[in-house]
């Protein structure tokens, strides 16, 4: 079975800036969306970043978060599903924008 099989959702390659948060908000970890889904996503993120099981997902252009888990890691690369639906960003979280 191919991945593209394995997914929930077709993907769509994307370049985008995102960060990872932590759910109790006190850590952030800048990556870079490779291709999203409904599902999930493909994140690149620094070989030394300490990527906690489950947190939130931010996309730096957006407004709304989304939790997610870690689905696979592979050095630089994760994969992530999302567990919950997308909703509105706290007022604070909209300054990772930049």
């Keep these: 079975m191919g991945d593209e099989e394995k997914r929930g959702a077709?993907?769509?390659?994307?370049?985008?800036?995102?960060?990872?948060?932590?759910?109790?908000?006190k850590s952030v970890i800048d990556c870079t969306v490779r291709n999203l889904s409904e599902t999930g996503a493909q994140l690149v993120i620094e070989k030394t970043a300490a990527v906690p099981e489950e947190f939130q997902f931010f996309l730096a252009n957006g407004d709304t978060i989304r939790d997610a888990v870690v689905a696979w890691n592979h050095g630089d690369r994760i994969g992530v599903k999302f567990t919950g639906e997308s909703r509105p960003a706290p007022h604070a979280m909209r300054m990772y924008k930049r």
């Design 10 to 25: 077709p993907r769509h390659r994307v370049l985008k800036a995102a960060k990872i948060i932590s759910m109790d908000n």
